[in-house]
């Protein structure tokens, strides 16, 4: 097995970042709506049932959820501009972590997430929970939290007017531990788990109101464009940073902010 990347810190990241800037997610803001949205999705999610080739179904709404509930409350209050949206938690990121994206030198070092981690019912041998000691590091996260770390130095900077979510909770994992997305469920799963997720989505824009909503990747505008064609929010794309796309492998960070840049999303 090749070795795996280290886990970077996230300070790191932001060296050299615009640390001049004193906004902020306003003090007064209430996440508790957002909080309970995310409760329904995680009550909701735990009542759906999937087959063979799924084996495991991890929910880090629910054994993270402390994480989760402290990532709410430090970064999703108050009104954003933009609104990020992921796919579904990946093996080594947020199904570690309870954090969309969450590449653990991310949530641990520049988030400042701290909060306890346990363990779903049923766990994979070979993908186990090792929460904010997890030793294997998300490309994607990293790529993704690294270039916010880089464009706004805090992140409480980058939260004053961003916010990142994913439109699925759970990690889908085959007898192997092989990861299988979403898209690649049978229709007789998928329906009732959109169901719960286009609600939840909807929800989220309600709560704070953006003017964009950036689906990082294909996935995500479809559903995007599914759940909110008729909202009054505009939808954009970004590259998705997977190491598994050889675009996102040619400078994803470069490719992302010209794109953010041309669509007008970031003067």
């Known amino acids: 097995m090749p070795p795996q990347p280290k886990n970077r810190s996230a300070k790191s990241l932001a060296k050299g970042a615009n640390r001049a ?17 995310a409760a329904e ?36 209050g108050g009104k954003k501009q933009v609104v990020f949206l992921g796919m579904n938690p990946g093996p080594f990121g947020m199904a570690q972590v309870g954090v969309p994206f969450g590449e653990v030198a991310a949530v641990r070092d520049w988030l400042q997430i ?30 993704l939290w690294g270039f916010f770390a880089e464009k706004f130095g805090q992140p409480e900077a980058f939260f004053a007017g961003n916010f ?3 439109y699925c909770p ?19 799963e998928t329906r009732p788990l959109e169901a719960v997720c286009n609600e939840h989505l909807a929800k989220v824009v309600e ?4 003017e964009w909503l950036v689906a990082v990747g294909g996935f995500a505008e479809k559903k995007a464009e599914e759940v909110l064609g008729q909202a009054p929010v505009k939808i954009g794309r970004v590259l998705h940073p997977s190491p598994a796309s050889p675009a996102a492998n040619r400078g994803w960070a470069e490719q992302a902010e010209k794109q953010l840049r041309e669509q007008g999303i970031w003067g």
């Open 21 to 37: 800037y004193k906004g902020g997610v306003p003090q007064d803001s209430d996440a508790s709506p957002l909080i309970a949205a």
């Open 41 to 76: 999705l995680r009550d909701a999610v735990n009542r759906l049932s999937f087959a063979p080739p799924v084996e495991f179904v991890y929910n880090p709404l629910d054994y993270a959820w402390p994480a989760h509930e402290q990532f709410l409350t430090r970064y999703g």
């Open 114 to 143: 701290d909060a306890p981690i346990g363990k779903p019912a049923r766990e994979h041998p070979k993908r186990p929970i090792q929460g904010l000691q997890c030793p294997r590091s998300e490309v994607s996260g990293r790529r």
């Open 164 to 166: 990142v979510v994913n």
């Open 170 to 188: 759970l990690a889908f994992l085959e007898e192997t531990g092989r990861n299988r997305t979403p898209d690649k469920l049978p229709a007789v």
């Open 207 to 210: 709560i704070v109101q953006p």
